[in-house]
């Protein structure tokens, strides 16, 4: 299992011609990869695969794509990192019916997110191929 600070690799000291040249991954907000921690990073993959798989992400829905890294998830830790990242501007909260919320990302949650990937394929020398018709958020 990890806690919520083991799940992010840090920006190097040095870097070359080939690393992306933003390291800090920085959302349109503000917020940094770095500024996020693991669980909450976990969080934003949880509700981006969900979408990608057009599924409602609901809390429960999300809970259940964390639970097997993470074990049990207690309501109060879910509920408040999703709060955090609502706040952070990463994540946008809507009512979807009396008694459920559903979460989806922001442009800038998906932009930071679309910025770590890029920055692991670079980092690996793996190309990316376009899949979603080519458009940015």
Do not use: C
Request: hydrophobic share 30%; no cysteine; glycine share 10%.
């Amino acid at each position: 299992m990890y806690d919520d600070s083991s799940r992010g690799l840090e920006s190097p000291d040095t870097t070359d011609a080939s690393t992306v040249s933003d390291q800090r991954l920085v959302a349109d907000g503000g917020t940094t990869w770095g500024d996020l921690t693991g669980f909450q990073r976990d969080t934003l993959e949880a509700i981006a695969r969900l979408e990608h798989d057009d599924e409602t992400s609901y809390g429960l829905a999300i809970k259940r794509h964390l639970e097997p890294q993470y074990g049990e998830v207690n309501h109060g830790r879910l509920y408040s990192n999703l709060d955090t990242l609502v706040e952070r501007g990463l994540v946008e909260k809507s009512a979807f019916d009396k008694r459920t919320n559903e979460y989806t990302l922001t442009g800038d949650g998906r932009r930071l997110l679309r910025q770590r990937v890029e920055r692991l394929a670079d980092t690996f020398e793996i190309e990316i191929g376009v899949t979603d018709g080519g458009r940015n958020e």
